[in-house]
């Protein structure tokens, strides 16, 4: 499947952004939709992910309270909703998912991942 990443941009800290990514096939229905970011010269983190029949969601530390990952099943679409953006959360955001249970937080555990979207917050 591929995935569409979109909704990035620049704003100022404290503003907000919302990401979606949408499947080509959307009758896509994988075990953890995911969203991971990656800063220059710095490891693919976790930020996010969700499990696709539950809805459960997993945040990483630096954004808990902030942002908020959902998903439209019907649409085949995951969100994450930025709020209180700081200027260390500037990356390039990219949505991922895996099809199988097992460790989520891991970038090679996931299957397919959309291109980037860059998200740039000044102070």
């Known amino acids: 499947v591929q995935l569409q990443a979109s909704g990035g941009g620049a704003v100022q800290a404290g503003g907000s952004l919302k990401l979606s990514c949408v499947a080509s096939?959307?009758?896509?229905?994988?075990?953890?939709m995911a969203w991971f970011r990656q800063a220059p010269e710095k490891e693919r983190q976790l930020v996010a992910y969700?499990?696709?029949?539950?809805?459960?969601?997993v945040y990483g530390d630096s954004v808990k309270g902030r942002f908020t990952i959902s998903k439209d099943n019907a649409e085949g679409t995951v969100y994450l909703q930025m709020n209180s953006l700081k200027p260390e959360d500037t990356a390039l955001y990219y949505c991922?998912?895996?099809?199988?249970?097992?460790?989520?937080?891991?970038?090679?555990?996931?299957?397919?991942w959309g291109q980037g979207t860059l998200v740039t917050v000044s102070s």
């Open positions: 991922a998912s895996k099809t199988t249970p097992g460790t989520a937080v891991l970038p090679s555990t996931y299957d397919d």
């Open positions: 096939d959307r009758t896509f229905a994988p075990y953890i």
């Open positions: 969700i499990t696709w029949k539950t809805g459960r969601t």
